[in-house]
């Protein structure tokens, strides 16, 4: 029984993408809660649109500090204040989850045929609207194997909005 609703499929997905798509740089993303709503409560959200049977967006949401890692493992580099590069290895990384998502939803109903270029957005605690009948999942991680204080700092958010055109 599936009480709280959440498409575990979406959920699947998400999961399976972020796990992809951050291989590339040697990281191990681990699930660790899934919700319908979604608040961009760390400071670095990184957004792409997707357009097709389906149409909406998915983002990606870290603090600074996540920010600075993931796009660190990503260039192989390390970096250390934030600016436009880790700006743009946020984005990288949303694009190249983006992709993923894409690819697995390519023949489900939830299909789409092109992605935007990404946005991203410097600031926490706002929260995005869509309109309404969107399918909404947002799925919290964990970089495994990875250790960092305070934890918090290690942790991110994927969401994907999408209604069916």
Known sequence: MNILQ?????VGVLVKSARDGLAMAGLKPFPVGA??????TREVT????????????????????GAMFLASKMIGEKLTKMDNTVLDGVCEICNIIAGQTKAVLSTTDYKFDRISTPSVVVGSN??????????????????DG??????????????????KI
């Not at 706002?126 to 919290?140: E, N, P």
């Open 6 to 10: 959440i498409d575990e499929k979406l």
């Open 35 to 40: 919700s319908r709503r979604f608040t961009c």
């Open 46 to 65: 990184a957004i792409i649109g997707c357009a097709g049977n389906c149409s909406g967006s998915i983002l990606i949401n870290c603090s600074e500090a």
């Open 126 to 143: 706002y929260f995005i609207s869509h309109m309404k009948g969107a399918v909404s999942i947002s799925v919290d991680f964990e970089l």
């Open 146 to 163: 990875v250790m960092a204080s305070p934890r918090e700092d290690l942790t991110f958010s994927i969401a994907l909005f999408l209604v």
